[in-house]
């Protein structure tokens, strides 16, 4: 790999040139600050930038979010978008959590409500929400996955676990247009029969909040954020095994010799589908169904919550504010250069922050722009932020998905002490519920980025504007 020869072109974004490496076909381009952008001066996944500019197909540059870090082929905080003829689907560009999103709820409830029964309502949804590796939930049939596969969130609403509103505050409405249950391998669908309304493990986790900071007062209110001191809870989980066994099957056709396979010059992660192959329709079915089995993963739990709260808080009224997802290919229209062009957009690690007057938004945020939810780490804060108009023409109106790692799990267990980073959220004000010990550590604060200088990145190159700041007050993690 050549030597990356960096420059920074505007407000918090740096490109890595085309020349580069004669078989990129754009540049890279990083959202990022100065602060990040030297720390990322070692990281790989400043390579793999370089990596998914050789993809065929690719328009306008290899983008990067300011929480880039190393993943699999694509860096995660990577955003690209391909030609809907001539380009690739990469699942390198969407991942192995297939839809690991985010749903912020908003309770009804101010902070005086739960101030003192904060480790009462902890324990009580620790003990509703299945979490952890291998965790489990109720069993559902065949005929059900399927169900749930094909039409997402309809299903939910239809057995009693989702209100008319869920679907209206949950990207795509909570139904993946493309979705095909029976793209869906036998392997995949059994590990997701006893999966749904669960957490998982890892970077996944259940937060209870309290609204620090409202900057846009305006928006907050149209978001049904409220005030400061409001209640929130935010769920970040996706597709759990189903999704990962998708993911591992397509990559797993993409390392056999084929002609609907581009093989990668670099890196075989990258290897992908060509855009008008059998195996691309194929897998965009699959990744779809495997969505929204990721939203309605999401909204059991939604439902669990609002059975516990309704017991411990009569008055409480749980809402979604919005659930959007994180890892995902979506087939949006965008103008390049003057003219309409159908692209698949890969988000891996990003989301979407559609601005008011979208083309490619609708529904109740049309005239707003949808909530762009970006969780921090369990010591700090998460951010609620709506997209600038302008930004498509930036990063096809994408934005950051969280703070991002800057250490890798393996380090931060070395690092810290779990009991340690209990004790520190516990003198913060913060209650902590956790599997394991592992997960502790692996999760402590000092493994991610800073928040406040992540959401800044985006915020100072015209992709978002920040609506709410949120602290953690009662965390549940796997």
Request: proline letters at 3%; a neutral charge; one cysteine or more.
């Amino acid at each position: 790999m050549p030597e990356l020869q960096l420059r920074k072109i505007g407000n918090y974004v740096y490109e890595i040139p085309e020349v580069t490496d004669s078989r990129m076909k754009v540049p890279g381009r990083i959202f990022a600050s100065q602060g990040i952008m030297e720390n990322l001066s070692q990281d790989q996944s400043l390579n793999q930038v370089v990596n998914v500019a050789m993809l065929p197909g690719i328009v306008e540059a290899s983008l990067a979010m300011p929480d880039i870090h190393w993943g699999y082929g694509f860096p995660i905080g990577g955003v690209a978008a391909f030609d809907w003829e001539e380009g690739v689907i990469s699942p390198g560009g969407v991942g192995y959590d297939i839809n690991c999103g985010v749903t912020l709820v908003d309770t009804g409830l101010e902070y005086s409500n739960i101030r003192n029964r904060m480790k009462e309502l902890t324990d009580m949804i620790f003990k509703a929400v299945p979490s952890g590796v291998g965790s489990t939930s109720e069993r559902i049939s065949q005929r059900q996955i399927s169900e749930i596969l094909d039409n997402g969130l309809l299903w939910a609403l239809e057995n009693g676990r989702a209100l008319h509103e869920d679907l209206e505050r949950t990207e795509e409405g909570g139904r993946m247009p493309l979705a095909d249950a029976s793209k869906v391998s036998s392997e995949a669908l059994s590990r997701g029969l006893k999966q749904l309304g669960t957490l998982g493990a890892g970077n996944h986790f259940l937060e209870i909040q309290r609204v620090d900071t409202v900057f846009h007062e305006d928006m907050a209110m149209k978001f049904g954020i409220g005030k400061e001191g409001r209640i929130t809870v935010m769920i970040h989980t996706g597709s759990r095994g189903l999704g990962h066994q998708v993911a591992s099957d397509f990559i797993r056709e993409l390392n056999r010799d084929s002609q609907d396979v581009f093989i990668h010059p670099v890196d075989r992660q990258l290897n992908s589908a060509k855009a008008d192959s059998a195996l691309a329709s194929r897998y965009i079915s699959a990744m779809n169904a495997a969505a929204n089995f990721g939203f309605v993963n999401r909204q059991i739990i939604v439902s669990r919550l609002r059975e516990v709260f309704g017991k411990l808080f009569p008055e409480s009224n749980l809402r979604i504010i919005y659930s959007l997802a994180h890892n995902i290919a979506k087939v949006e229209s965008h103008e390049v250069a003057g003219k309409t062009r159908k692209l698949i957009v890969h988000r891996k690690g990003a989301t979407r922050a559609f601005a008011a007057g979208n083309k490619n938004l609708s529904g109740i945020f049309a005239t707003t722009g949808h909530p762009v939810l970006v969780p921090g780490d369990m010591g700090s804060a998460s951010y609620v932020l709506v997209g600038v108009r302008g930004n498509e023409s930036l990063s096809f109106g994408s934005s950051c998905h969280g703070a991002g790692r800057k250490l890798s799990r393996t380090k931060s267990l070395q690092a810290f002490n779990s009991s340690s980073v209990t004790e520190e959220l516990k003198a913060k004000g913060i209650y902590l519920k956790a599997q394991s010990k592992a997960v502790i550590s692996e999760e402590a604060p000092g493994s991610y980025k800073n928040i406040d200088e992540v959401v800044e990145a985006v915020t100072g190159a015209g992709l978002t504007e920040p609506v709410a700041k949120l602290v953690p007050l009662g965390v549940v993690k796997g």
